[in-house]
């Protein structure tokens, strides 16, 4: 049930996403107010402030190569998303203005008709070994999957943890590729399933473990033994229901609203030069999620674009439709691999934190978070295009940026983005004039 005049972070004892004025608080009583969301301590409230001592640069030196310093990106929080019956506030980090606001915006839009739901598969990931110079290919094919015990038992031999979590190599295909430019090839998969992990560690252990196997069994060579990132066995899943009035403008009615996204997104299912655009807008809200998190977005980005084109056809990873009652309904299905421990989740003091502000118990929940973080930045973006445009909204917030490259400190800041979208010149050269306006002015005062 949403409240709309309740300040406070709790309905009845319930987590409530909700919070009016958020964005006009200051980023202290921001903290405050998610930190009384989720009962996070003194230490997480630090931890997601960020700034001197977070990630130390020891620390940092511990997690990539060549540190030299670290490097810090704003994070906000995108609020009102409702998920699965569940409220839950948003860890976002990213630099591009009108993401946070997007997301939580049609968040708020999605409450109206009982916010989303979500599902995902079992977090199956493949791990392939690439076999050449085979003398029978064909042959080689059934030799090995007469193996396939042994070659599963020695992949498990190198993850026995994750075996006694219920996971571990399961299956293993063998694909034959008769002609590539180097000649005929034996792929072999190996079929495991990651449980809390994304997997990458374990899956290439495993390949480089049984690569000597295969080579014996088939009388070729291993070059290749690594995961692959089109993890389609690993999806997530997410809808929405959105009713007419909740779209409703002073100065468009909902159905046309409705009406105008429909035809957005049948530019993105027929046109791959919008479906660029179109699936670039759901990783907007996606990868801020998996940058807070500590997770690869390169491999959820490559995984993703995939998939898209997975029909031969570069086309839109969403559908967006009109249902009997005419409501807009919203579906996103996707590669989602993500873990909950292991990598940097478990290293980065501030991705922690953000784990335990989503309270996630799984890494398929947090893929299913993900996934409602990437339908709500498509349809914040949607319904922008098909009512007063991109750039109306998105340069409005943008303008603070323009003002603070412009060289402007504290109070000048807000007050010349708010003269700039006043007057709709939201460009660096006015936001200097203005500049010079202000400091002349208070100069002679």
């Known amino acids: 049930m949403q409240h709309e005049g309740l300040n406070t972070n709790t309905i009845m004892g319930n987590k409530n996403s909700r919070i009016q004025g958020f964005y006009q608080l200051d980023p202290q009583q921001r903290l405050e107010r998610v930190g009384a969301f989720d009962g996070l301590n003194t230490d997480d409230l630090h931890r997601l402030r960020g700034g001197q001592g977070v990630l130390s640069l020891e620390r940092a030196d511990k997690m990539i190569e060549n540190v ?29 203005p009108s993401i946070v606001a997007g997301a939580s915006y049609a968040a708020r839009l999605a409450r109206a008709g009982g916010g989303f739901r979500t599902s995902s598969t079992a977090p199956i990931m493949i791990g392939q070994v690439q076999l050449v110079h085979v003398p029978a290919p064909s042959f080689a094919q059934q030799l090995i999957l007469e193996q396939k015990s042994r070659l599963l038992e020695r992949a498990n031999a190198q993850s026995r943890s994750l075996v006694q979590l219920g996971g571990g190599a399961q299956e293993l295909e063998v694909h034959l590729f008769a002609d590539s430019p180097m000649g005929a090839m034996l792929v072999v998969h190996l079929i495991v399933d990651c449980r809390d992990a994304m997997g990458a560690n374990a899956i290439n252990s495993m390949c480089e473990a049984i690569a000597p196997m295969l080579e014996e069994i088939t009388g070729g060579r291993a070059y290749l033994r690594i995961l692959s990132n089109l993890t389609d066995r690993r999806l997530a899943r997410a809808r929405v229901v959105v009713p007419p009035h909740a779209l409703k403008r002073e100065d468009m009615r909902g159905e046309d609203v409705i009406e105008g996204i429909l035809w957005a997104y049948a530019f993105a299912a027929v046109d791959p030069y919008r479906a660029t655009t179109h699936n670039k807008g759901i990783m907007n809200g ?62 980065h003091p501030a991705a922690q934190t953000a784990l335990k502000l989503l309270d996630v118990r799984s890494a398929n929940e947090l893929a299913e978070i993900c996934a409602c973080a990437g339908l709500a930045s498509n349809l914040a973006a949607l319904r922008a295009l098909a009512c007063e445009g991109i750039q109306q909204g998105h340069m409005g917030l943008h ?36 500049l010079a306006e202000m400091r002349q002015v208070a100069s002679v005062g």
């Open 399 to 434: 303008s603070r940026q323009i003002a603070l490259a412009a060289g402007a400190q504290e109070a000048e800041i807000d007050e010349i983005a708010r003269r700039m979208v006043a007057e709709r010149q939201i460009k660096p050269a006015r936001a200097a004039e203005l």
């Open 286 to 347: 996606i990868d801020p999620v998996l940058i807070a998190t500590g997770n690869d977005w390169r491999a959820v980005e490559a995984g993703a674009h995939a998939y898209a084109a997975r029909s031969g056809r570069y086309t839109s990873l969403s559908t967006w439709e009109r249902d009997a009652q005419g409501n807009l309904v919203g579906t996103l299905e996707l590669p989602l691999a993500v873990g909950i421990v292991g990598g940097a989740t478990k290293v």
């Open 68 to 96: 030299v310093g670290t490097f810090e990106l704003p994070l906000g929080i995108a609020t009102n998303f409702q998920i699965n019956g569940h409220d839950k506030l948003i860890p976002m980090v990213v630099e591009e």
